[in-house]
């Protein structure tokens, strides 16, 4: 059924500090590493590999904390969290998100009986590779409603599937949970009421 296959915009003047404060406490630990080891010709050298290793750290921290706020979302909302993989009935391979070099944090589920997919994706390779979030549900555009007319977002339509993402960013959670939700609150058109059911009818 399921198959395998932090971006935040603005400025931030809080992250800015800690920013500064973290470049301002690796050079005092270089400093301080180089003088005792007598090194202290390989100040910069030991700078630059203190750099390296906190900026992977705090990435894995982030994807880590990421991964963990969209699982308890995806189960928020009774969805199964399925991770890197993705329902076998979605067409990725139709989208524009066909080249994505790694899934995560993908949910999927129904609301309302409408089936509702999301992920984050990586693609691109190199200082062009970028993160984006997809939301995905089996219908049409419309059903979105206005969520989906939300900053720098686009819309494609693709197998019996209205796909929305972010252009180069990830989505943050109250930014999926507006499209869910509006979703959810479409109808969807009940042909078996008894209205419509002929007069005369034995049942």
Same mark, same amino acid.
């Given at each position: 059924?399921?198959?395998?296959?932090?971006?935040?915009?603005?400025?931030? #003047?809080?992250?800015? *500090?800690? &920013?500064?404060? !973290?470049?301002?406490?690796?050079?005092?630990? #270089?400093?301080?590493?180089?003088?005792?080891? /007598?090194a202290s010709d390989y100040f910069f050298l030991w700078a630059l590999g203190l750099a390296i290793v906190v900026s992977i750290v705090r990435q894995?921290?982030?994807?880590?904390?990421?991964?963990?706020? @969209? =699982?308890? +979302? %995806?189960?928020?909302? $009774?969805?199964?969290?399925?991770?890197? %993989?993705?329902?076998? &009935?979605?067409? *990725?391979?139709?989208?524009?998100?066909? =080249? %994505? =070099?790694?899934? &995560?944090? #993908?949910?999927?589920?129904?609301?309302?009986?409408?089936?509702?997919?999301?992920?984050?994706?990586? *693609?691109?390779? $190199?200082?062009? =590779? +970028?993160?984006?979030?997809?939301? !995905?549900m089996r219908g049409e555009r419309a059903d979105f409603g206005a969520a989906r007319f939300g900053p720098d977002l686009s819309t494609e339509e693709?197998?019996?599937?209205?796909?929305?993402? $972010?252009?180069?960013?990830?989505?943050? @959670? /109250?930014?999926?949970?507006?499209?869910?939700?509006?979703?959810?609150?479409?109808?969807?058109?009940?042909?078996?009421?008894?209205?419509?059911?002929?007069? $005369?009818?034995?049942?």
């Amino acid at each position: 059924m399921f198959e395998q296959h932090n971006t935040e915009l603005g400025f931030d #003047a809080h992250r800015l *500090l800690l &920013s500064m404060l !973290a470049g301002v406490l690796l050079l005092v630990i #270089a400093g301080v590493i180089s003088t005792l080891s /007598g090194a202290s010709d390989y100040f910069f050298l030991w700078a630059l590999g203190l750099a390296i290793v906190v900026s992977i750290v705090r990435q894995l921290v982030r994807d880590k904390r990421r991964k963990k706020d @969209i =699982r308890e +979302f %995806a189960l928020r909302l $009774g969805f199964t969290y399925l991770d890197s %993989a993705l329902p076998t &009935s979605f067409p *990725l391979h139709r989208t524009s998100s066909s =080249r %994505a =070099r790694s899934i &995560s944090g #993908a949910g999927a589920g129904e609301l309302s009986h409408k089936e509702i997919l999301f992920f984050d994706c990586e *693609l691109g390779h $190199g200082k062009g =590779r +970028f993160s984006r979030t997809v939301v !995905a549900m089996r219908g049409e555009r419309a059903d979105f409603g206005a969520a989906r007319f939300g900053p720098d977002l686009s819309t494609e339509e693709v197998g019996g599937w209205t796909v929305i993402y $972010g252009e180069r960013r990830l989505l943050q @959670i /109250g930014e999926i949970d507006s499209l869910v939700f509006e979703a959810s609150q479409r109808r969807v058109p009940d042909n078996s009421s008894s209205k419509d059911l002929p007069t $005369g009818d034995p049942r």
